[in-house]
C-alpha cells in the first residue's frame, strides 16, 4: 500500500474529520468565551472595583523613553485569560458530566434477551422429547 493512499484512508476515517470538526468548533467556542468574557464580565467588575478597565492594569518595568516602548507585566490580561479558561474548562465539564450520565443510563438499561432462532426451537423441542 503505497504512502498516498494510506495517508488517504487516515485522513477519510470518521474519527480525523469529527476531530476537525471538533477543533474548529472548539476555536469559534473559544472567541465567543473569550468575547463574553471581556465584553459583558469583566466590565461590570471593572466598575465594582471603582472603574478599573482590566485590560490596562500592569506592572511598568521600564517607562518608554524616545522610541523604545514601555516594559510592562499586563497582569490585567492575564487574569482576563484565566478567566476565559475557568469558564471553557466549566462548560465542557458539565457537557462531559452529561454525556456521561447518558452512558449510565445505558449501561443501567436492561438487556432483553433475543428470541430464539427457528433452529434453536427445533432443538429444544427435540431435547424435550428425548427427556420423555
Request: proline share 5%; net charge negative; hydrophobic share 50%.
Amino acid at each position: 500500500m503505497g504512502m498516498m493512499s494510506e495517508f488517504k484512508e487516515f485522513a477519510i476515517k470518521g474519527n480525523v474529520v469529527d476531530m476537525a470538526v471538533g477543533i474548529i468548533i472548539g476555536g469559534a467556542f473559544g472567541k465567543i468565551v473569550s468575547s463574553f468574557v471581556e465584553d459583558v464580565i469583566m466590565p461590570p467588575i471593572g466598575m465594582l472595583m471603582g472603574g478599573v478597565d482590566f485590560s490596562d492594569l500592569a506592572f511598568i518595568l521600564q517607562k518608554a523613553v524616545g522610541d523604545t516602548p514601555a516594559v510592562a507585566i499586563s497582569y490585567g490580561k492575564f487574569v482576563t485569560t484565566i478567566l476565559d479558561f475557568t469558564i471553557i474548562a466549566f462548560a465542557i465539564f458539565i457537557a462531559v458530566k452529561g454525556i456521561n450520565s447518558l452512558k449510565r443510563k445505558e449501561e443501567e438499561a436492561p438487556e432483553e434477551a433475543p428470541e430464539p432462532t427457528n433452529e434453536e426451537v427445533l432443538l429444544a423441542e427435540i431435547r424435550d422429547l428425548l427427556k420423555k
